[in-house]
């Protein structure tokens, strides 16, 4: 633990590396807080942090940077981290402006993430533990071809053809699909396994056919998001060098970047902050991740994400994300019909 005047001197030196991208000397400092103390003191003080990992100087004569270890430890003592309800007022409305639709809402959130942080952020569309059965319309097209057309919470459709063994006409498919509605509504993949129905075999075959869609669903990954802002990231200092914008570039295009950033275990609260080198992917470790899952846990889940250099406006990316995080939950909670859980 930092007695209170390191740590005023190493919050000092966060501050304005991250809002300048300059070594800060100890003139600085006494200029930052207007410290009641010699210059010398300063220095010493600059030197046990030095000592004991929290800043580090990229030269011998030149002044301070923080290193993981002083970001991690500025962050963990960050407090009153909210937007200010006037920003808070403006974001409200603006999602009262757009269409409520899933991916106007997402759209909307990236482009204000990134606005808000300065820097590229990701949000992905809920999704489901275990994808459920809505409701199902069958359409048919020519003699024993047919679009199933599968509706699962959460306002996501899936369209298929299926090819029948035998001609069947739109009156039988209606038939057939009233019967399933009714058998299978709010049921996961695994409950209609499990449900004993007497079916024939068109029912049957139309059934595998619905299993192997919600299996696909169940399976798939965080890979269908909204991406805004990498120009902002890409305009950072930090981001000069050829090397590091082709590996951000890569992850990018190679769609790893979710898989690369995204913890393990996100657990439903709070917001998680991942530095520098505890990102576990060696391709990322000059970057920080600011994350948070949104939506309704075991029900139906995204995460809102911020990727950008360490030298981050924290407090504002971590208030951005938690604010937006709990007006998704909040829209996803009506979308489902649901009370949103506590932030």
């Not at 400092?29 to 010699?38: C, G, K, Q, R």
């Not at 998001?225 to 082709?246: A, I, K, M, W, Y």
């Not at 992850?251 to 979710?258: A, E, G, K, P, W």
């Not at 060696?282 to 360490?310: K, M, N, W």
Request: proline share 5%.
């Amino acid at each position: 633990m930092l007695s209170s005047r390191s740590e005023t001197i190493l919050k000092s030196i966060v501050g304005q590396y991250i809002a300048r991208a300059m070594p800060v000397p100890s003139q600085s400092i006494i200029n930052d807080y207007e410290l009641a103390v010699s210059p010398a003191t300063i220095r010493n003080e600059m030197a046990h942090l030095e000592q004991e990992g929290y800043i580090t100087r990229p030269h011998p004569s030149s002044g301070s940077i923080p290193s993981d270890k002083g970001y991690r430890y500025y962050v963990e003592t960050l407090s009153d981290i909210e937007l200010p309800l006037a920003e808070q007022l403006l974001i409200s409305h603006l999602f009262h402006q757009v269409e409520g639709e899933l991916e106007e809402w997402l759209s909307l959130t990236a482009a204000l993430t990134s606005q808000l942080a300065q820097n590229v952020a990701i949000v992905t569309i809920p999704k489901p533990t275990n994808c459920q059965f809505k409701h199902l319309e069958l359409v048919a097209l020519k003699d024993s071809l047919a679009l199933v057309v599968l509706v699962l919470h959460g306002a996501r459709l899936k369209q298929q053809l299926i090819t029948f063994d035998q001609v069947i006409s739109q009156s039988e498919l209606t038939t057939m699909a009233n019967k399933l509605n009714a058998a299978y509504s709010d049921l996961t993949r695994a409950r209609i396994l499990a449900e004993k129905i007497d079916l024939s075999p068109t029912e049957q075959q139309l059934t595998n056919c619905l299993l192997k869609i919600m299996q696909a669903e169940d399976e798939q990954e965080y890979e269908k998001s909204c991406l805004d802002g990498l120009h902002f990231t890409l305009n950072q200092p930090e981001f000069r060098h050829g090397h590091q914008v082709l590996t951000l570039m890569e992850l990018i295009d190679c769609r790893n970047l979710l898989r690369t950033i995204a913890p393990e275990e996100m657990g439903s609260q709070g917001v998680r902050v991942i530095i520098g080198k505890e990102n576990k992917a060696e391709v990322i470790q000059d970057c920080s991740v600011v994350i948070r899952q949104y939506g309704l846990p075991e029900e139906a889940v995204g995460i809102i994400s911020v990727v950008g250099p360490t030298r981050m406006p924290y407090a504002r990316t971590i208030s951005a994300i938690s604010y937006l995080s709990s007006v998704l939950s909040q829209l996803i909670a009506e979308l489902y019909g649901r009370k949103p859980s506590a932030a």
